[in-house]
């Protein structure tokens, strides 16, 4: 069987929904910021396989910015949560209850 | 951007030193910071407003090179430089309003200075972006930094959640938008303004991939500008956050959301005009409907604020629906078409810098008052008579929020004025009719902070002191909102002028 753009477009959509539910349905928060890890990655896949189907570099470019822009992302938000944890011993999104009126 | 460009940078050296002066500035803020042991607390501030000042100056006196930059990754013009004066404003109110900060919280807190600078860089490139990748670095870059400033006051639980709702969802929606941008993409084969547009013209646009990656993008961009159902962040992120961030969240970020937001629905006007045209509709009332009636329970100032400036979002919406709306053409627009396209941009530059300065001169009131009752000062009860223990706070205070609920003569009245006129214009009545109704409702809400501040006796309780600068700086804000109210045709001409610019 050959492997089309199609099957690429597939995978990365299984990618981002699997990220997007995870998302919606974990409380913890570094599971939470992994699920965004990993709709950011399965972006990556649309980008690398249209770069390829068009025949030109956009898409790479694309690509390594974003590798760059989630990790920053990754580390400012790691950051905040350690800074949670002090405080409350937990990263449980359920129990972060100071803003609620 | 298939060939190798090499751009030619020497004749682009006046084009592109704003943004160079804020990055080197942020920069140099930091090593000043780290370096500089004798430092005084206020300095930084006064370096940091010099480096927004210059970006000014930089703008009045040097050669106005428009046109593309970098090999057509950035666009700059009169609409670039516009944004780029409302954000170097609003820099340096925040930078005023910031600067009292030691005394509550007790601590040094250096890092504002520089991710303020980086947080209006990224906004600038962002308004100038001609290429999807520059659009995703400029909001990022803005992004990343807005989240440190929001969660970055250690040993404050309140900041350090908001922070981190506003990073998780942050990120959530900028992986939609990045998404719908690989989608755009694949449509059109380049990640540039000019090949999208090529795309538009020369292939079918009604086609899935780029209708779901359009409404991707418009995800993205509408948890930038607080849409409903992408506002929930609002209001917990306006309340957590610092006072003085939460001003400039709500001014300089919505303003540069809304900038891209129109760019990116001119471009991709053939295709959104029919597919999502209905859905951006009934979301632009909900906005609106939502944000006000949300905003009638709160007895909290900032969440109250937050829910207005959803309700503001859902008046901007309007602007940006008239924008697009089938009446107003394709690509080949007609002469009358056009005008009307032209007057709802204008309108909608002109609401975003009334709203900025309606906005910031509310925030700048709040955020004295937090200042020396060594709390958030946001209960709205406790602003008990603050008339008569300062009045030149509350006139302002009370100013602004006239303003805001559209009250004439204020600035606010004039924006809805020309924003409504142009929705009518368009033929969109009933559009219209609900914004009315809209701002009517929210007269409520703002006046009822009036009615406690100036017919009810001052308590043991109420909020007090005064911090001189912040105070006069927030009174000035309110007399140009007075004047721009009063005298806005030549503000709104320019802003005819400059939006005439980015119909491409």
Redesign the interface.
Known sequence: MEITLTHYLLLAMTVFLTGMVGFVVRRNAIVMLMCVELMLSSVNIVFAAYSRFHANADGHVFVLMNFAVAAAEAAIGLAILVEIFRRRRTVNVDDLKALME | ??ELIVPNLSSQWGALLPYLIVAVGGLLVMVVDSFVRTLKKDHLSYLTMFILICVVIVQIVGRRTDGDLLGGMMITGDFTRFFNYLFAGIGVMTTIFATGLYDREGRYRPEFYPLLLFSILGMMILVAAND??TI??GL?TMS?AT??LV?GV?GN??S??????Y??LG??S??FL??G???I??FA????FADIAHAMKTQNPDVLIVGLGSALMLVGFGFKVAMVPFHMWTP?VY??APTYVTGFMATAIKAAAFAILVRFVILMQPQLAFAWYPVLVALTILTMSFGNLVALAQS?IK?MLAWSSVAHAGYLLLGVVTLISPSVGGSDMMMRSQEIGESAGAAILFYLVGYALMNLAAFGIINVMNHKSGEDAVDINRYAGLSRRQPLAAATLGIALLSLAGIPPFVGFMAKFYLFSAVVRAGLIPLAVIGVINSLISVYYYLRVLVVMYMKEPEDTSYHGTELVSVVTSGVLALLVIWLGVMPDAFHRAALVIFRQIHF
């Open positions: 951007m298939n999807l990748l995703f670095l990022e990343l989240y440190i969660g250690r639980i309140r350090s959640e908001a922070g981190f709702k990073l998780i990120g959530f900028s992986a990045l998404m941008m690989a989608l993409y694949g084969g380049g990640t540039g917990d309340d957590g909290n969440r």
